[in-house]
């Protein structure tokens, strides 16, 4: 069965550093998207991509951030400057076509600021 | 503002019974709602989903049941199993986004 990878599974850095995260979609899904879940709480949406642009972003998403798909296979996720309140776990999604196809979602990479 | 919510952050249950897990939305203007099972160290899995056309949809030992009157989400497992043990949570999409909108989750303890 065909699913969402992401790399690393653990990422541990120090404040300020940049880090970014990849993940690579199931092969035929046309729309991306970035979550995180902060320890013990809520996943919370942080971006959508489709056609190679951002089509929503949250509040969360600042300039901080940003997101790329460099190749026909990648989705990566770059945060400029960590910091800790970073630190989370961060899964990516996708989903094949229509809005309300199931979206799946990688095992996450656990970025940890120090 | 747009929230959905759940009532019970801990739910324990003995093997073998039923188990029903609720959320609560406020946005109106949802239209799909979704069941996510959340283990240990892994990400969001699919469990069952429902649009806002239907009131119920069963699936392998679920079923979901959507009350729109009152904005109100449940998720129904029969015969709860060991393997059951996890948290679970609700997610809302609007009309007008592609983003899914997520509960506070509830953590779901089967007792053998």
């Known amino acids: 069965e065909p699913e969402v990878t992401q790399t690393p599974s653990h990422q541990v850095t120090q404040m300020g550093q940049e880090v970014i995260l990849r993940c690579v979609p199931i092969?035929?899904?046309?729309?991306f998207y970035w979550y995180r879940q902060i320890l013990g709480q809520k996943v919370e949406f942080l971006v959508s991509?489709?056609?190679?642009?951002?089509?929503?972003k949250s509040e969360i998403f600042d300039d901080q951030f940003s997101v790329e798909r460099p190749d026909g296979s990648n989705f990566t996720l770059k945060i400029r400057s960590t910091k800790l309140e970073d630190s989370a776990m961060y899964f990516c999604a996708s989903i094949r076509q229509g809005r309300t196809d199931t979206q799946y979602f990688g095992p996450g990479t656990r970025l940890t600021v120090l | 503002g747009e929230s959905v919510g759940l009532h019970l952050p801990t739910l324990s249950v003995q093997e073998g019974d039923n188990s029903i897990i609720n959320c609560a939305y406020s946005n109106s203007a949802s239209d799909y709602f979704i069941w996510y099972k959340q283990e240990s160290g892994k990400g969001p899995q699919f469990i069952i989903d429902i649009r806002s056309n239907m009131d119920k949809r069963q699936g392998q030992r679920v079923t979901v049941l959507l009350n729109k009157t009152v904005k109100h989400l449940s998720l129904q497992i029969a015969a709860t199993q060991p393997g059951d043990s996890a948290v679970y949570f609700c997610a809302e999409n609007r009309a007008a986004g592609n983003k899914l909108t997520f509960g506070g989750g509830t953590r779901v303890l089967v007792k053998p």
């Open positions: 991509f489709y056609n190679n642009e951002i089509s929503e």
């Open positions: 092969s035929n899904h046309l729309y």
